[in-house]
């Protein structure tokens, strides 16, 4: 790592976005304090039953190259056992056009199958090998190894980048939903997403997913000791509050879909808030006065999908300003 402090930059939350903007910037030199109003086990990106796809996440060309950025990442990672990071396949039942397919030119390895041959007829279906992240895992490293390289994180909540300044050189914006506070930014609307988890039934490995255009999350994804069970995808709603009705409509649709979890112990439920827009804002900005931020948020459902291409772009930006 570069040990020559090139400046200070302030990261405002320290979910996915927060923390990989974060350690790619400490790599490069900077000075980095996060911000949060939460605690990191409350943060949005902790509820996330989490592998490599994007949804909702746009547009296709900008997305295209963060996704390969990061699952060239996710490669890296998956050689470490401990990483939280491992690939497995992943069967993909479309009942309506799945806009991004496109991903499929990324991968490594995929192929066209019958979902009738799976009891589940549809238009079109594959069968893909992703990268999988197991969130409470990968999370948890990945802010110990932000902490090891010397950031600080202070619980507070700030309610405009100028109050950051003159403190800091530079603050980047990655408050996900609630930028649409801290940013003004009437463009960012949440989709919420409860899941349920439940203890994983031996041999079960591979995940499961039917895509449909509606509110419903259908997925099946074996983690290291679990299952996540999904889910919701409800445009506009701001409740953080698990809703017994979701669970159990979750709970008989994945036992539909994948038999061996219908008994499965259920083990909890986690909600939170993707952050919905038409774009993903990834961009140099300056504040009222006059001073530079970074915005990085707006990534809907792809979060884990495009972080790193992002977190890459985020240092490009902040070297534009402070190099």
């Not at 996440?57 to 490669?75: C, H």
């Not at 589940?120 to 069968?127: D, I, K, Q």
């Not at 299952?227 to 539909?256: F, N, P």
């Not at 919905?276 to 948020?297: C, F, I, K, M, W």
């Amino acid at each position: 790592m570069n040990k020559s402090v090139q400046g200070k930059i302030a990261i405002v939350g320290q979910g996915l976005m927060g923390l990989t903007s974060a350690l790619r910037l400490l790599e490069a030199g900077f000075a980095v304090t996060l911000f949060s109003r939460e605690p990191f086990e409350q943060t949005n990106s902790m509820s996330a039953g989490a592998y490599w796809w994007p949804h909702r996440t746009y547009p296709m060309d900008r997305v295209a190259s963060w996704a390969k950025t990061t699952y060239d990442e996710y490669v890296k990672q998956s050689t470490d056992a401990d990483s939280g990071v491992f690939f497995e396949q992943h069967l993909r039942f479309c009942l309506d056009p799945d806009d991004s397919a496109y991903v499929l030119d990324i991968v490594d390895q995929w192929e066209r199958v019958n979902g009738a041959d799976y009891g589940v007829p549809c238009a079109e279906a594959f069968r893909v090998s992703v990268p999988v992240i197991d969130v409470p895992i990968f999370m948890t490293q990945l802010k110990q190894g932000v902490a090891a390289a010397n950031a600080a994180f202070i619980t507070q909540t700030i309610e405009s980048p100028d109050s950051l300044f003159p403190e800091f050189d530079l603050v980047v914006n990655c408050t996900g939903v609630g930028a649409r506070d801290f940013a003004h930014d009437k463009d960012v609307f949440p989709i919420r997403g409860q899941v349920v988890r439940v203890a994983r039934p031996e041999g079960l490995r591979r995940s499961t997913r039917i895509y449909q255009k509606d509110d419903r999350f259908t997925l099946v994804l074996p983690r290291t000791h679990d299952v996540i069970l999904g889910g919701t995808a409800q445009e506009g709603d701001w409740d953080r509050h698990e809703r017994t009705t979701d669970t159990a409509a979750i709970l008989r649709r994945c036992g539909e879909l994948v038999p061996e979890i219908k008994d499965a112990n259920v083990l909890g439920t986690a909600v939170g808030l993707r952050p919905g827009r038409h774009a993903v804002r990834l961009e140099l900005d300056t504040t009222t006065s006059g001073q530079p931020v970074v915005h990085n948020y707006g990534h809907g459902g792809g979060g884990y999908t495009v972080a790193w291409g992002c977190a890459a772009e985020v240092v490009t930006l902040v070297r534009s300003v402070l190099a």
